[in-house]
């Protein structure tokens, strides 16, 4: 059902090759049925409902959650001896990118599903996965996630909230506020970080009916309207001492390893909401005429299609890539109660998880809002889905800690394994200059130019880490504009490899591929790419070096990239198009 990735460690493609890894066209019956199941629930029972759902018809998502569950759309990542079906996580990938259009709905289930279900699945005692797994899976019971507070957002472990354990050694005692709740008006269960005794993060599963708990009116939001955000209060809230989950002081081991699933799932979502985005695109552009021709006969337009969709070849090749990653990590961990292993194989795809959130989202927010400027002034109104699209995608920037928070996150890893002596980061950036003063000759193949352009990314990224690194030292940590500038060419290099070393293999596995979408996708993103990542390695190198330095740097720069860039990607973009225009909805 997977590929085993052997050796492969988190983060490595920063700085080593990565060719072995999942891709969707290793996809098996079992995966695509799944992916049908899901699909067809959102066809039949979610659209059909999206006027009643987005006017906040809880009654209604409760209904659809239950149908949901004896679908089996709800257990896919609860273990069958818990009444779920203990899939691997490529289906939880198909899943959350199937439903990933559902507006409302889809970010309610995908809340459920994953990290107000999964801390109970990998942290909780046999009694709590007994007591709550078989409910959460069938829709009896709905989950929430309360992490936020009013004052602890992105930086959650100064969370207020306290937990203190009753006289009588039978309850604890919740008391303070977590804002933002998703599913909170019709939620059964809440994950909910408190510090015991003010101090020790801990987690609890409270139940809607623990004396104590009570919600906030709903919020009016912008956009995802059919899901429920609340604030959650607890004053002298009742918790049963059973129902602490995991460990006294470890709530951090939960809660941030569950966000890093948390950041997967909603890449997925984002991926498959941005391939609905393009379809709709896609036909009102063919149906629209201005001018006496369809709107999709204008280059500009076919362009813009084009855009659209390398970013989303590029997203579901990270995508699945990741998936393959995660699915090696835990795959075999369901029965585990090994809490120490469970927590450090979950953090062990943190920044692939972190790339996965900010490449996704962007990705949709850049489809809506090109679908949306296709469609006009319509797309501005109601009537046309794409205007809901636009409100719903903008969330995803925020949710599972913002995108800031997590582009910080990416190079930040890698910079604290060179500052344990754990990787050689000098003598991976000497290697690279090295690598660079003698250029190896781009190869025949129909993607050896792209193969090289990859590698030359990986060695920029480790040119500029290592001048910045030697610039700063310790205080790079604090130079933020720089490491966001150095995700950025990370998040690059992650998916345009991924992209790339997926159609190579395609190639291999399928001659007509030759000719095919995916070696046009390739070619074009690699282009686009290579400007990217120049423009983000100037930056870097305009803040981290001196005058005398500068001039080297850049030269060095716009050598290695300038010469891997090839002549002819408009006429490459328009094919693209003219294919997507002929299907009606994306394709690869």
Known sequence: MKTKISGYKGAAFLYQPSESFFIPEDFTDEHQLIAKTAKRFLEKEVRPNNEEIEMQNFGLVRELFEKAGELGLLGHSIPEAYGGLGLDKISKGLVGESLGSAGGYGVAHSNHTCIATLPITYFGTQQQKEKYLPKLATGEFIGAYCLTEPGAGSDALSAKTTAKLNGAGTHYILNGTKMFITNA???????????????????????????????????????????????????????????????????????????????????????????????????????????????????????????MALRIYASESLQYRTAGYLEDALGGLYESEDYGVIAKQLMEYAVECAVCKVHGSETLDFVVDEALQLHGGYGYIKEYKVEQMYRDSRIN?????????????????????????????????????????SPVPIGEAPISREIEAVKAIRRIFLLCTGVAYETYGSALSEEQEVLMALADIAIALY??????????????????????????????????????????????????TSENQLARYTAIVTGELSRLQQGGIGKVKRQIAKNLLGAEHYIC
């Not at 190639?507 to 074009?524: H, N, S, V, W, Y």
């Open 185 to 307: 008006a019709f939620s059964d269960t809440f994950i909910v970080y408190a510090k015991v005794n003010g101090s020790d993060f801990t987690a609890f599963i409270v139940e809607k009916d623990h004396p104590g708990l009570s919600l906030g009116p709903e919020e009016q939001k912008m956009g995802i309207k059919g899901s429920s955000t609340r604030v959650v209060i607890f004053e002298d809230c009742e918790v049963p001492v059973e129902n602490l989950l995991g460990e006294i002081g470890k709530g951090h081991v939960i809660a941030l390893n569950v966000l890093n699933l948390g950041r997967f799932n909603l890449g997925s979502a984002c991926m498959g909401a941005a391939k609905y985005g393009l379809e709709l695109a896609l036909k009102y552009t063919s149906e629209r005429r201005q001018f006496g021709k369809a709107i999709a006969d204008f280059t500009a337009t076919q362009e813009k299609l084009a855009n």
């Open 495 to 544: 998916a345009l490899e991924s992209t790339v070393m997926r159609t190579a293999k395609a190639i291999e596995t399928d001659k007509q591929e030759q000719l095919g979408q995916k070696i046009f996708l390739a070619r074009a993103l690699t282009g686009d790419t290579l400007l990217e990542v120049e423009m983000a390695a100037r930056k870097i190198m305009q803040a981290a």
């Open 397 to 437: 920037r925020i949710f599972e800690g913002t995108n800031e928070v997590n582009r910080l996150l990416i190079p930040g890893n890698l910079l604290k394994q060179a500052a344990k002596g754990k990787l050689p980061l000098p003598e991976l950036t000497a290697a690279a200059i090295e690598e660079m003063k």
